[in-house]
């Protein structure tokens, strides 16, 4: 009988050990989420890589005129651009439209978010404004 209870005190102390294993590295990764998360809120789209030198000086005219401009823009530069710099201006873009056609940011937010992973520099801003475009 001893054994038995020995038995279940090893096994007892082994699952107790794993599960602080499993909790311990749940606070870590959520530790570095946040980091990652803050420090992502501190970036400005303007320092974002991916958009060519050339199209910075047409992006600032197109964001003058608004959704309008905005949309113009894409349309004719969006491939040239790549993320994190065209998430973010996808997402100038929703906030701008979201009044005239909100399923228009909808949909674009959607797209954006489809694309984007937690390690993105946008994605502090995309889960901002999730909750209006969901």
């Keep these: 009988m001893t054994k038995l209870i ?3 005190i090893i096994v007892g102390v082994i699952y107790g050990t794993w599960e602080l294993f ?3 590295e749940k606070v870590k990764n ?3 989420t946040r980091q990652k998360q803050d420090a992502a809120a501190l970036v400005m789209g303007d320092q974002l890589p991916g958009l060519p030198y050339d199209l910075q000086e047409s992006l600032q ?3 003058k005129k608004g959704a309008a401009g905005l949309e113009a823009w894409l349309k004719v530069h969006g491939q ?3 993320d994190p710099r065209k998430a973010w201006i996808e997402l100038d873009y929703c906030v701008a ?3 005239e056609n909100p399923a228009e940011a909808r949909r674009v937010f959607a797209r954006v978010k ?3 992973t937690a390690s993105s520099p946008v994605w502090a801003r995309m889960k901002q404004l999730e909750k209006t475009y969901q």
């Design 6 to 8: 020995a038995v279940l």
């Design 80 to 82: 040239s651009v790549e």
């Design 61 to 63: 005219v197109a964001q």
């Design 22 to 24: 499993l909790y311990w």
């Design 114 to 116: 489809e694309r984007l």
């Design 30 to 32: 959520e530790e570095e």
């Design 97 to 99: 439209v979201a009044r």
